[in-house]
Nanobody, 123 residues
Framework: QVQLVESGGGLVQAGESLTLSCVAS????????MAWYRQAPGKQRKFVAG???????HYENSVKGRFTISRDNAKNTMYLQMNSLKPEDTAVYYC?????????????????WGQGTQVTVSS
């Protein structure tokens, strides 16, 4: 199974930017969907953004216009460019990917997940 490793998290002030990376141990071309999820303290993990193999993308409403998801198959890497960060964006961000077709941009717990990277936005 392909391993996913996130990086790029950190502590920033509100209004600043961060770019998260998710590097796979193997080819990501076969993944039908790759996505970013996040989990804030005391809350459930939630979908943030997803990208399909055909290049389509989808975003959770609160990050539309601020976050951009992309994937580079040649580098086996997915990115999340986060601009205009807000304190409510504070969470552990997870990279996820699946091979199966269908189901929108959902990634199930049984699919491939990274260990997460912490993003903290101070006000």
């Amino acid at each position: 199974q392909v391993q996913l490793v996130e990086s790029g998290g950190g502590l920033v002030q509100a209004g600043e930017s961060l770019t998260l990376s998710c590097v796979a141990s193997g080819s990501i071309y076969s993944f039908h969907v790759m996505a970013w999820y996040r989990q804030a303290p005391g809350k459930q993990r939630k979908f943030v953004a997803g990208t399909a193999r055909n290049g389509n993308t989808h975003y959770e409403n609160s990050v539309k216009g601020r976050f951009t998801i992309s994937r580079d198959n040649a580098k086996n890497t997915m990115y999340l460019q986060m601009n205009s960060l807000k304190p409510e964006d504070t969470a552990v961000y997870y990279c996820a990917a699946r091979l199966w077709i269908g189901g929108g941009y959902e990634v199930k717990e049984t699919d491939s997940w990274g260990q997460g990277t912490q993003v903290t936005v101070s006000s």
